[in-house]
Every structure is written in structure tokens, then in C-alpha cells.
């Protein structure tokens, strides 16, 4: 969805190295929180599923694999590691009763809430390094906007 708008070789490069620096700091966090927490058998993925099955709880399987692209045998491994870890279980969805879905056990839940805590200080420190409302109002404006233009 480009446009012919003029962007020089450098705003290019200089995007590229923050989305890179970006995404390898996002993925220590997520690792700092498994070991912090000891969940060494997870990944950003298995937690990512996590929120995906809360936030949808009528979610079918079939459903995870169009909207995340995953594929299937990885979604499989994620399933079974959540699953025998407890943090999830499978169900017979009431919508497709010949599908399954997923819910989240109260250790998930629980988990979850954790992560959800430590995204949120992670937020916090991002817009602390902020000067003021109107930066941290930019950014959010810019990142959202950027996100739309991508979907």
C-alpha cells in the first residue's frame, strides 16, 4: 500500500535499523520474563497464544492458523507444550462442535496477568524516556498510524 511519496535511502535505512533494534530489544524482554519467571519451556509465541486464546476465547484452531499464517506443525508443538504445562486445554468448541478450541486453565490465566504486568512496565519505560505528553501522544499516533497502514 505504497504510495509515491518521496522517501530517501536513508530515512530507509535509519527505519530499518530502529525496527531491527526494536524487535531484538522487544525479544530480551520476552526472555528476561521466561527466565524471571522460569518458564524456560516457553517462547514469545506460546505467550503471544496465550493472549490470542483470552482475548477470543470462542477461537477455533482452524481460526489461529488463517489469522497468525503459523504453521501448522508449530502451532501443534505450542498447543502440546501449553497444554502439557497446564496452561491451557483443548475443548470442543459450542460454535463448531466438530472443531476444537482452546481455554486458558486458571495457571494460564495466571500467567498471563504476569505478562501482562511486565508489558505494561515495558510500556512504562518506553514512554518514560519521553519529555512529555504531547512526545508520548506523537508516538502512540505514529505507531498506530503506521499499524493501520500495514494491516
Not at 476465547?57 to 489461529?64: A, N, R, S, T
Not at 486458571?106 to 501482562?116: D, Q, V, W, Y
Amino acid at each position: 500500500m505504497t504510495s509515491k511519496k518521496i522517501i530517501s535511502e536513508k530515512q530507509i535505512h535509519t527505519m530499518n535499523q530502529l525496527i531491527q533494534s526494536v524487535r531484538r530489544t522487544l525479544v530480551r524482554y520476552h526472555l528476561n520474563f521466561i527466565c524471571r519467571e522460569k518458564l524456560e519451556n516457553m517462547n514469545p509465541g506460546d505467550m503471544f497464544l496465550l493472549k490470542l486464546v483470552l482475548d477470543q476465547p470462542d477461537i477455533i484452531i482452524k481460526d489461529i492458523l488463517e489469522k497468525t499464517g503459523i504453521p501448522g506443525s508449530t502451532l501443534t508443538s505450542s498447543i502440546n507444550r501449553l497444554e502439557s504445562s497446564g496452561y491451557i486445554r483443548r475443548i470442543i468448541n459450542q460454535r463448531d462442535r466438530r472443531s476444537f478450541g482452546l481455554e486458558l486453565t486458571n495457571k494460564g490465566k495466571k500467567l498471563h496477568n504476569r505478562h501482562e504486568r511486565v508489558e505494561q512496565e515495558v510500556a512504562l519505560e518506553a514512554l518514560s524516556a519521553l519529555d512529555n505528553d504531547d512526545e508520548r501522544e506523537t508516538l502512540v499516533e505514529l505507531l498506530s498510524k503506521i499499524n493501520e497502514n500495514l494491516k
